[in-house]
């Protein structure tokens, strides 16, 4: 049995190389160096791959239809954002003391006369013209000095249609005379009114209080029916 020898070296095999030919038909050998890039040149990054935002420009849709537009995605709602909320507060109840909403009940009722007055004078100026008034608006001359209760039923539009400057009129509770002397004087003494009427009424509080015991009634209404 042989034995391969180990210190044998095994040659390399030749590399071919290429060959010319010339014009004297001789081949000549090519030595081949490999190429090599020239420092200056650098080649350039790949470019960015960008995610399509919508329709490409190339693709369109059909004749006809009419693309759907792009919704933007809802940012997710985070948990812990809706624990960390507060409650809305509970509006807030005002509650109006007694006395302020009777205050204010007061106070609508007074606006509310004072503008029924107002209008009731404008309606009856407005029913006379300028000169109406002219006659007596430096010197009033009544015909008579009439003396009746203060009642709110004896009104002065039950005794006469048209009152101004006609009647002197002197009113307290009960028609007394003791209690307007003063004022009958003044009708009569300087006014010279021709005529002194007293008018009473029935169904009179002051008569009747003065026909009872009046005694626990204030010292004014009592000084006026004694």
């Not at 650098?42 to 995610?51: D, F, V």
């Not at 693309?67 to 809706?82: D, G, I």
């Not at 015909?143 to 307290?172: E, I, K, P, Y």
């Amino acid at each position: 049995m042989a034995v391969p020898n180990r210190s044998a070296k095994v040659a390399p095999l030749p590399v071919a190389t290429p060959a010319t030919a010339t014009a004297s038909g001789t081949i000549v050998s090519k030595k081949i160096t490999p190429e090599k890039l020239a420092p200056s040149v650098r080649q350039s990054p790949p470019p960015e791959a960008k995610l399509p935002t919508g329709l490409s420009p190339v693709v369109r849709p059909p004749e006809g239809t009419v693309a759907a537009p792009v919704k933007a995605a809802k940012k997710p709602v985070h948990a812990a954002r809706v624990l960390r909320s507060k409650p809305k507060p509970a509006p807030r109840m005002v509650v109006a003391h007694a006395h302020e909403s009777e205050h204010g009940s007061e106070q609508r009722q007074v606006h509310g006369m004072l503008n029924t007055l107002l209008s009731a004078n404008a309606r009856y100026m407005s029913q006379h013209s300028a000169g109406y008034y002219q006659k007596f608006a430096n010197k009033q001359s009544p015909w008579a000095t009439v003396v009746t209760c203060s009642d709110s039923r004896v009104q002065t539009l039950a005794l006469h249609g048209d009152a101004t400057n006609q009647l002197f009129m002197v009113r307290d509770i009960g028609n007394q005379l003791a209690t307007a002397e003063g004022s009958v004087e003044y009708g009569v003494r300087h006014l010279h009114t021709p005529f002194l009427i007293f008018i009473g009424h029935s169904v009179c509080g002051a008569v009747t209080a003065a026909a009872g015991d009046y005694g626990k009634l204030e010292p004014a209404i009592r000084k006026e029916l004694a």
